[in-house]
């Protein structure tokens, strides 16, 4: 069964802590996404990646990092320097960019949450 | 100019209704605009889509209607049924810019029943 995993679903941390959120596929997909939920204001993207080893800063990229070591890993650092880092955390892939013929797949979201 | 402004936030209708969901847009290098579906605890699916050639597309009860000149599309549910009851976002992207898609802030649809 194709598709993207990320874990855990549930992801509790202290203040002050880094936290390291995955996300795997299994569709072959050139390009991977990260974005952030708020209710209220939609998705906004974080980080994003068009091929292995290089990444680019989304619009809220502060407080965050990411690396592209492999096709189908993605995984999304929450530093201590994120001020408010407790969100519904969703990752997504594509097979280019996204478009028409190449539209982006999401998984079921890691909800974080930061006390 | 990167912005997607999606309207209302939050919708009713009673089973039978059709809702309509707006978005609208700045950037005139948007060539894709598709809608996602999302069940809470879900990630975002996509339901429908369109290229900025077309005025209409139609897959099953949803409808996209797209104005290029004005710069805005809608989605359109016919006859709504409370398996409709979601979160609705629509987006756009430019191939050009990195295929990076922008979202708008998304309308919780309840449909009653």
């Known amino acids: 069964d194709g598709g993207i995993t990320q874990s855990p679903k549930y992801l509790f941390r202290k203040e002050g802590q880094n936290v390291t959120l995955s996300c795997e596929q299994n569709?072959?997909?050139?390009?991977m996404y990260w974005y952030r939920q708020d209710p209220g204001q939609g998705l906004r993207l974080i980080y994003y990646?068009?091929?292995?080893?290089?990444?680019q800063k989304g619009d809220i990229a502060e407080g965050y990092s990411v690396s592209r070591e492999k096709k189908e890993s993605f995984p999304l650092t929450v530093t201590s320097a994120q001020k408010n880092p407790t969100a519904f955390y969703l990752c997504?892939?594509?097979?280019?960019?996204?478009?028409?013929?190449?539209?982006?797949?999401f998984g079921n979201g890691t909800r974080l949450t930061v006390t | 100019q990167q912005q997607v402004k999606q309207s209302p936030q939050s919708l009713i209708v009673q089973k039978g209704g059709i809702p309509i969901i707006n978005c609208a847009y700045e950037?005139?290098?948007?060539?894709?605009f598709p809608w996602y579906q999302q069940f809470p605890g879900k990630g975002p699916a996509l339901l429908i889509a369109?290229?900025?050639?077309?005025s209409e597309k139609k897959e099953g009860r949803f409808t996209i209607s797209f104005n290029k000149s004005a710069k805005q599309f809608s989605l359109h549910i016919m006859d709504s049924q409370p398996g409709d009851s979601a979160t609705y976002f629509c987006?756009?992207?430019?191939?050009?810019?990195?295929?990076?898609?922008?979202f708008g802030q998304g309308t919780e649809l309840s449909v009653k029943p």
């Open positions: 997504a892939s594509s097979l280019k960019g996204g478009s028409y013929n190449s539209p982006l797949h």
């Open positions: 369109i290229r900025p050639d077309v």
């Open positions: 990646s068009q091929i292995v080893n290089d990444f």
């Open positions: 987006a756009a992207s430019a191939y050009n810019q990195g295929g990076k898609l922008i």
């Open positions: 569709l072959n997909h050139d390009a």
């Open positions: 950037n005139t290098a948007f060539d894709y």
